[in-house]
């Protein structure tokens, strides 16, 4: 072995000893954000599209969402011995960029260009999107939820009924469901 | 017996000027692993390199010696836990090592 040979070898030791170091998988936060979307869903169906209720329900679900979210990762990066802060900050701002950008969309329904309903579906398109790119920059398991959530946002435009509830069960099971896979892929690697 | 590329022989001179610390492929693979996260625990990087505690603690010194870690003691669940850090020192002449290995391997083919 030549010694450039070598350094290939030695650099292809380290890209395979990279690869081992993924992200980190949290299922409790799938299983959170299934829970908050299973609640808040639904609640268009229930209370109505322009009732404040959803409002006041996503200000304060998305905001404690989010902190327990940033909670669990720390916990679960100080137990597995690997700290991510960087990574932490992007997911955070993929999700504060989302969040930003729904109450901007706010103001569309709030000066009657847009129904409450429309806004309503406008915010799980917005979602569907976010999801779509922390799939292709953060972790490629969100990839299949913003999959599902688009369907959900043309369910909530063509369904006859329940269509914000179709939708929240939707997105709820392919948070749990990708939850559990990354779960048993991290068990196959470890 | 195998013959050294005179290719080789310019590119490695190029290395040798650079830290012969990251001329191990643990060490440098322990430098590449905390630049891409913040911190790591020793157990951890055991388990990611798969090497001996040993093993790994004379690397590890190695690199804080050198001033490329800096390292913090914690406890979970009453056990003593070492973080590594990668310091700017080690981070800047990771990414001159790193740059000349390319330099070099795209020099060669």
């Known amino acids: 072995m030549t010694d450039t040979d070598s350094i290939k070898d030695d650099i292809a030791y380290v890209r395979a000893v990279a690869e081992r170091t993924g992200p980190g998988h949290v299922p409790a936060i799938y299983v959170l954000w299934a829970v908050i979307c299973l609640c808040g869903f639904p609640l268009v169906d229930l209370v109505g599209p322009g009732s404040g209720l959803i409002g006041i329900y996503w200000l304060t679900a998305g905001p404690v969402g989010g902190l327990v979210t940033w909670w669990l990762a720390a916990r679960a990066g100080v137990r597995d011995g690997q700290a991510d802060r960087r990574t932490g900050k992007r997911w955070a701002g993929h999700f504060v960029g989302f969040f930003g950008v729904g109450l901007l969309g706010c103001l569309l329904a709030a000066t009657g260009e847009l129904s409450w309903s429309g806004l309503s579906s406008l915010w799980i398109l917005l979602l569907a999107l976010t999801y779509f790119l922390a799939g292709l920059h953060l972790d490629r398991r969100l990839m299949p939820v913003s999959l599902i959530l688009a369907a959900g946002y043309l369910f909530t435009l063509y369904l006859p009924e329940y269509r914000f509830t179709t939708a929240g069960v939707l997105v709820a099971v392919a948070l749990v469901v990708q939850g559990i896979r990354g779960t048993r892929e991290r068990h196959g690697t470890d | ?109």
């Not at chain 2, 010194?61 to 870690?69: F, I, M, N, V, W």
């Not at chain 2, 990414?95 to 000349?100: E, K, L, Q, T």
């Open chain 2, 1 to 109: 017996m195998e013959r050294t590329d005179p290719a080789d022989v310019e590119g490695l001179e190029e290395l040798g000027s650079l830290q012969g610390l990251l001329e191990h492929r643990v060490r440098l693979a322990i430098c590449v692993l905390l630049s891409e996260h913040d911190a790591m625990s020793f157990s951890r990087l055991k388990q990611v390199l798969e090497e001996t505690d040993g093993s790994l603690g004379t690397h590890l010194r190695k690199l804080e010696d050198s001033g490329y870690l800096a390292v913090e003691k914690s406890f979970r669940d009453r056990r003593p836990v070492t973080w590594y850090e990668l310091t700017e020192t080690g981070r800047s002449n990771l990414r001159r090592h790193v740059a000349n290995l390319a330099r070099l391997i795209g020099r060669v083919g």
